[in-house]
DNA sequence: GTCTATAGCGCGATAGAC
DNA sequence: GTCTATCGCGCTATAGAC
């Protein structure tokens, strides 16, 4: 696959819109004013938008949940791992220009505006990433970094479910920096 | 103001559209149809979107606050206060058949797509939450039954960002039952 | 205040030439 | 694969009768 696939241009320029501004926020018409290509050229590539956001789903769940796997088998102590895990989160609100949220963020609040395939991608996308977390909290329970009481899957669902609205909120305060503070904050409650 | 003022209705519908579809789904047309009114009547009460839209932020954050500040002003101990806080964001997700988010984190979303006032607005809404937490957690930390490190603004944000983010998530993913454990959690975490 | 009718726009999508 | 041209739709908004 060359560098300037189109396909590709059109995700990336899907994915920087969505992220922007939600998925009613995006259309054939802007993506082709950034890619360079006319409106209808688009449809050769992705016939329908749904067909759109469907591979966008799928490449931004597996190229995330990759990171996200390359992390936990490291040998880092599961407090550097869970750190690492968080910045990824950081990483994408700090990214460009435009401050952006988490591709799934901006799904999970249209979602009921979505058609079937897509939602079961973000439901899978979020189960997928309380599983990596609930691994991670287990080894930091057993290894004895992590103190806290309560079952490990709402957990697991806290940390995702701040992580996520988080960025919402940083976003539209303006408050990026804060939203690190957070982060080390959540880290030292679980810590206990 | 009679119980079935149709400006009234007119905001009861649209409030209820935009929780469950996001602004972008919400049309004057749906308005109509659950109302029970054409769509160009609407236009006699609210003539543009955005006066609807700001009309509706002013009315859902002076009733939110207006709770809040009930809560506040009660003899309840800080911990109970804070429970009794967390139960309203459960109450929304709750309301109606359908699961409804928190208005102002279905606009968090949609922010960047949204405009001048109404972005003030749903800043404004964030800032006022935080502001109400500072002040909660401030008690509780003085009275001993709140025990967390780091500074109290953060430790505001973190909550705030953690109702607002898991409305989202456990919409999404049928997990209401899993979104008070989660709030348990929160607060187990935040009393030390 | 509500109605019918319509203007004007942007959208997703398709047909057919090159 | 990209282009021009166009269709059909839903939307916000307005004009004018009742």
Redesign the pocket.
């Known amino acids: 696959m060359k560098q300037t696939d189109?396909k590709t241009l059109i995700l990336d320029a899907a994915q920087d819109l969505i992220q922007r501004l939600g998925v009613n926020g995006?259309?054939?018409?802007?993506i082709s004013e950034i890619v360079g290509?006319?409106?209808?050229?688009i449809?050769?590539?992705f016939?329908?938008?749904?067909d759109l956001l469907v591979a966008l789903l799928d490449r931004y769940s597996d190229r995330f949940l990759r990171i996200v796997d390359g992390i936990l088998a490291t040998s880092d102590a599961p407090e550097v791992k869970l750190r690492r895990y968080c910045s990824l989160f950081e990483a994408t609100l700090n990214s460009g220009s435009q401050e952006k949220v988490c591709l799934c963020a901006m799904l999970g609040a249209e979602l009921t505006a979505l058609n079937h395939p897509s939602v079961e991608q973000v439901r899978n996308f979020y189960r997928a990433n309380e599983e990596r977390l609930v691994t991670l909290l287990k080894a930091g329970q057993q290894n004895g970094s992590f103190r806290f009481t309560g079952e490990v899957t709402v957990t697991a669902a806290l940390i995702f479910g701040l992580l996520e609205g988080g960025m919402l909120i940083a976003r539209a305060q303006g408050t990026t920096n804060q939203f690190h503070s957070v982060i080390e904050q959540l880290l030292q409650l679980i810590k206990g």
Do not use: E, F, G, L
Request: positive net charge.
């Open positions: 189109t995006m259309s054939y018409q802007d290509i006319r409106k209808a050229s449809h050769t590539h016939p329908k938008k749904d």
